[in-house]
Nanobody, 115 residues
Framework: QGQLIESGGGLVQTGESLRLSCAAS????????IGWYRQAPGRQRESVAI???????NYANSVKGRFISSRDYAKNTVYLQMNSLKPEDTAVYYC?????????WGQGTQVTVSS
């Protein structure tokens, strides 16, 4: 069974940076879209950055210009470089992959930005 393993969360101060990683296990194939969602306490899960099959990326308006998502096909890994972090970026960040047959979620990694 395929898995998405996330890493890189933590506690930072406003204006600092973090990089999240998401490694897809070898049994996840035919990925149509892969990227990041986040969920803050008391709020719905929202899309942050999604890399499509044509390598285009859709970013949430709230992170445009600050976050960059990239994909390393050789390592089957996606990254989320988060710059100029704000307290409102505090959330659990989840990796998600959509394939021809299924969709997968990572376990989530906490990102906390202190003011």
């Amino acid at each position: 069974q395929g898995q998405l393993i996330e890493s890189g969360g933590g506690l930072v101060q406003t204006g600092e940076s973090l990089r999240l990683s998401c490694a897809a296990s070898g049994s996840i194939f035919s990925i149509n879209a892969i990227g990041w969602y986040r969920q803050a306490p008391g709020r719905q899960r929202e899309s942050v950055a999604i890399i499509n099959s044509d390598d285009s990326t859709n970013y949430a308006n709230s992170v445009k210009g600050r976050f960059i998502s990239s994909r390393d096909y050789a390592k089957n890994t996606v990254y989320l470089q988060m710059n100029s972090l704000k307290p409102e970026d505090t959330a659990v960040y989840y990796c998600h992959a959509l394939t021809d047959y299924d969709n997968y979620w990572g376990q989530g990694t906490q990102v906390t930005v202190s003011s």
